[in-house]
């Protein structure tokens, strides 16, 4: 039972290359999202896909974009890193919508040299 | 907008001492509530939600009660373990937008035997 998996776990980009970060659940959920994690200041919503077919910003969206490939996928690109971009992020998913429980994924580090 | 205040930590407590961990919030109309803990290295999970006013939220003996008057959330627990040990974050779901959760900055626990 895998829940929500995250690749890669841990990675290392330079200035300006790009990178895009999986997401897969096998809950059958219809809502996924993607958080970054920094110290201090909580999990902020980076973008939501509320069912198959859509996406919707969340509070801190610039710099990224993000495709729901399918019910069970949700990427996360990062066109041209910036060291801004450092930061742990976590992709979850939830039956529907935020009322419902959400399921968290492992978490992938990323540092932006 | 919506926000989410916590007690800033580090907490540290011996076995088996009672934790208050405080959450007040601001938010238009009933919000859900939440306590999510994160455990080293993992994902954030579910701990407990209330729904509504006057609502109990229960688990793994840990408590908190839905106080409208006060807009408070408080997290609780009569006698912690070295495994109680994480970080915990207070989040609401806001009526207004229903596939956004907001999070606390996150208080870290250590219980030392």
């Known amino acids: 039972n895998a829940g929500v998996t995250q690749t890669p776990k841990f990675q290392v980009l330079k200035t300006g290359q790009s990178m895009t970060l999986q997401c897969a659940q096998d809950?059958?959920?219809?809502?996924m999202y993607w958080y970054r994690q920094d110290p201090g200041m909580g999990l902020r919503l980076i973008y939501y896909?509320?069912?198959?077919?859509?996406?919707d910003k969340g509070e801190v969206p610039n710099g990224y974009n993000v495709s729901r490939l399918n019910k069970r996928e949700f990427s996360l690109r990062l066109e041209s890193a910036a060291p801004s971009q450092t930061s742990v992020y976590f992709c979850?998913?939830?039956?529907?919508?935020?009322?419902?429980?959400?399921?968290f994924g492992p978490g992938t580090r990323l540092t932006v040299t | 907008g919506n926000s989410v205040t916590q007690m800033e930590g580090p907490v540290t407590l011996s076995e088996e001492a009672f934790l208050t961990i405080n959450c007040t919030y601001t938010?238009?109309?009933?919000?859900?509530l939440f306590w999510y803990v994160q455990y080293p290295g993992e994902g954030l999970q579910l701990l407990l939600k209330?729904?509504?006013?006057?609502d109990k939220g229960s688990n793994k003996g840990f408590e908190a009660t839905y106080r409208k008057e006060t807009t408070s959330f408080h997290l609780e627990k009569g006698s912690v373990q070295v495994s109680d040990s994480a970080v915990y974050f207070c989040?609401?779901?806001?009526?207004?937008?229903?596939?956004?959760?907001?999070f606390g900055s996150g208080t870290r626990l250590l219980v030392r035997p």
């Open positions: 209330a729904t509504k006013a006057d």
């Open positions: 896909s509320a069912s198959e077919g859509t996406t």
């Open positions: 989040a609401l779901s806001g009526e207004d937008s229903s596939y956004k959760l907001i």
């Open positions: 979850a998913s939830s039956r529907q919508g935020a009322s419902y429980e959400q399921y």
């Open positions: 809950m059958n959920h219809n809502s």
């Open positions: 938010a238009t109309g009933y919000p859900s």
